[in-house]
């Protein structure tokens, strides 16, 4: 899963550990299994192979990033897949990698008020040009605050109503306008919404011309994590995929301010930050000239690459065109030879279990009697650990057209602390999959429960949003806390645990103690979950209300 996205879970880990009981309408009388071909056992052995040191924590372009591809090729063939992609087992995933060379001195001035006032890149702002390009220069671009700098015609809000900004740097907060009042009916009240991911605010700004935006970290619960990731994230190299791969408008540049240097930019101006701030959450809001200009030059050394995308396959019998999509990505984080001790980043549950998981299905789909009537595609995206890029390829670039694409069921870190009673839905209230979850899960015993850190807008950050923001309706769920034997308190203890001491660390190994029954139960329910769309005629909707339910209904009446 994608780099810093549970730095706040593990807080709400700890407030979700009060007593939580399986509502009533829930509870199934009888469980009943899906399929004797999903295996703990197997499970563990699946995890334990993809995970060893011998892979190198199978970072893309590395000698162990050649062995797991093959290794998970392997496994495809074992099972009786045939190649995903036109005969293929791979597709390649070209990449640009952009390295900023001028960190040192880098700087962002800013005239204002007959004189200019300079911000540090690390400690007060960070920036990167998203055009991959050697040299930007921006020089004297004037600063507009723009509020949330969002279009949201769904929510009838627009930041950017009237207002022209080409060429212009803009100035936005983190997060969405329902955040930052907490009323359920802005946007989603505390749930962070598709708006509120800095991508989206990125691509919006590049749509309306502007030469720079720079989103505002006004808290790290607004943010979902603290100025030291945005720090760290955007100090190394940055992967995309080249602009014939991805089209659309880019920034020349992407950056971020801390709470502190946008409000010694607007005080410089003579404007109250935290006033705006606050008066940005209203409906009627305008956006604010700040009288002041922004210049700033980045240096960058531009790389070509290429990674692969993994995909096997069963041909459906009755709707082989129609296809129910499986993904679990197969990259992690390398080595890290700055380190002492252990250097390698194994990633067994990040994302291991995952992998596991879809290979466990796949298994069980082989034995299902009567075959599939529509296909069903397992595929292991490359490049999540950078920024869902294997993912967006592939749905720019899909095997199957997006409009006989039924559904992508996404599988990332399933904690391996044994059974629970429950299954988390991330980023609940998207789609009618979450209805069908719910009645497998009633059917085999257990309870869904919603997304435990709405906030933090997990649902945006693994590679099943590649497949939302192109209108597939998607899903991904999250490890229980209710476990059966321990209840919530145990449950929240072990994953607190993983969270803190082992996520994104050289501690992400496979332990001969860990318990794979949990995640066989949900590997089971996501396999019940896909065969009913694979044996039935259904297309599963977004809700009403979702970002991404006009670019499907749009798609499927073009059809």
């Known amino acids: 899963m994608r780099r810093s996205i549970l730095f706040t879970f593990t807080a709400s880990l700890c407030v979700a550990a009060a007593a939580q009981a399986a509502p009533a309408d829930n509870a199934a009388s009888t469980p009943q299994p899906f399929s004797t071909a999903i295996s703990a056992q197997q499970f563990r052995a699946y995890d334990k192979a993809i995970s060893t040191d011998a892979m190198d924590g199978r970072k893309p372009g590395t000698h162990g990033a050649q062995l797991a591809k093959a290794w998970i090729i392997d496994q495809f063939k074992q099972i009786g897949l045939e190649p995903g992609n036109h005969g293929s087992w791979e597709q390649a995933v070209p990449t640009i990698t952009t390295t900023l060379q001028n960190v040192g001195n880098l700087k962002l001035d800013v005239s204002e008020g007959g004189g200019t006032q300079a911000f540090n ?143 010694r930019l607007f005080a410089k101006a003579g404007l109250d930050f935290d006033k705006l701030e606050a008066a940005a959450a209203q409906r009627g809001f305008k956006p604010v000239p700040l009288k002041a200009s922004a210049s700033i030059t980045l240096d960058s050394s531009i790389t070509h690459g290429q990674s692969d995308n993994l995909l096997g396959l069963i041909r459906g019998t009755t709707h082989p065109d129609q296809v129910v999509v499986y993904s679990a990505h197969w990259d992690h984080l390398g080595e890290n030879d700055k380190l002492k001790g252990d250097k ?41 650990e950078s920024g869902l890029l294997g993912s967006l390829y592939y749905t720019e670039h899909p095997v199957f057209p997006l409009d006989k694409t039924v559904a992508d069921i996404n599988m990332d870190m399933l904690i391996p602390i044994g059974p629970t009673r429950n299954l988390q839905i991330i980023g609940n209230g998207e789609s009618q999959l979450e209805d069908m979850l719910k009645g497998v899960l009633k059917r085999q015993g257990r309870y869904a429960i919603p997304d435990q850190d709405p906030s933090a807008g997990l649902y945006f950050r693994s590679d099943h949003f590649s497949f939302a923001k192109a209108g597939v309706p998607a899903i991904l769920t999250g490890t229980g806390d209710d476990m059966v034997h321990g209840g919530t308190a145990e449950g929240n203890k072990k994953l607190a645990f993983f969270i803190a001491h082992r996520y994104h660390t050289p501690y992400d190994n496979f332990y001969p103690d860990y318990d794979y029954r949990g995640d066989a139960e949900d590997a089971e329910a996501l396999y019940e979950l896909g065969s009913e769309l694979a044996g039935s005629n259904d297309w599963p909707q977004w809700y009403k209300d979702s970002a991404f339910r006009a670019k499907r209904v749009q798609m499927m009446q073009s059809k």
Request: some cysteine; aromatic content about 10%.
């Open 344 to 384: 390698i980043f194994n990633g067994a549950v990040d994302n291991g279990t995952g992998l596991s998981a879809l290979l466990e299905i796949a298994r069980a789909f082989k034995h299902q009697k009567p075959a599939p009537s529509r296909s069903v595609l397992f595929l292991a995206p490359t490049l999540e």
């Open 121 to 263: 890149f690390g400690n007060q702002m960070v920036a990167v040009t998203l055009q991959a390009k050697p040299r930007v220069d921006i020089k004297d671009s004037p600063i507009v605050f723009v509020g949330y700098g969002v279009d949201a015609p769904e929510w009838q809000w627009n930041d950017y109503k009237g207002l022209d900004v080409k060429g212009k740097t803009v100035v936005v907060l983190v997060n969405d306008p329902g955040y930052a009042t907490g009323d359920p009916k802005l946007f989603k009240g505390k749930t962070m919404t598709y708006y509120g991911r800095w991508t989206y605010k990125y691509a919006e700004a590049a749509r309306e011309g502007a030469a720079m935006c720079l989103i505002v970290h006004t808290s790290d619960g607004a943010a979902g994590y603290p100025w030291s990731v945005v720090k760290n994230s955007w100090s190394g190299p940055q992967l995309a995929l080249p602009e014939a791969d991805d089209p659309g408008p880019r920034l020349p540049v992407a950056g971020w301010l801390t709470r502190a240097a946008a409000q």
